[in-house]
């Protein structure tokens, strides 16, 4: 009798320990499991979507870009107990090629604020259509609030004849010859939007021709020059 007890005995209990042992298992596995799946899952997620919006980041606005700090202006804001006080940045931005873009962005401090401006700025880049890639094709007015703005082309070797936000626009587009003349206002925003008003405004011979049905050089040849000479100049057009 006592040894089929103990017989009976026995089974039951690695049976307990087996339910202990399984519960013990099961309970920090099961943590480990669940804590460590969703930890791996987060990162690799994370990891990846950020990698992802990089590269699109980087294939949309180019690898070289030129960034100019045109202006830094101290604001406060007026709250309960006092001021507080950030800064406002401008800056311009451009790829040297005939694109750029200007933002504006306000932080608590100077570093966040010329970030946040350089990031609007990536966003508002506009396109302008350049003569021989270092002037433009033809004179235009802009116009915004008090500022009026005049922009030439010029011959090769006059460099950009401009002041102030004005140069900074031409170096960011590429501009190699340019003369301009600003009248009216002094400020920086005003000016910059006033010299895009212009730029938005430049035709290039080859969209003229194409939206009106006929050749560049047949457009060229109405200036008085010859079919040669208008035909050279209409091949050396690459926009």
Known sequence: ???????QAQPGAPAAVEGGEQSENRGPGRGRGRGGDRNRGERGGRGRRDDRRGGNRDEEQGEELIEKLVHINRVSKTVKGGKRFGFAALVVVG?????AGFGHGKAREVPEAISKATASAKKAMVRVPLKEGRTLHHDGLGHFGAGKVTVRSAPAGTGI???GPMRAVFESLGVADVVTKSNGTSNPYNMIRATFAALGEQVSPKAVAQRRGKKVADLLRRGGASAEVAQADAEAIAE
Request: charged residues 40%.
């Open 95 to 99: 790829d040297g090629k005939g694109r």
């Open 161 to 163: 004849i401009a002041g």
């Open 1 to 7: 009798m006592a040894d089929e007890n103990d017989i």
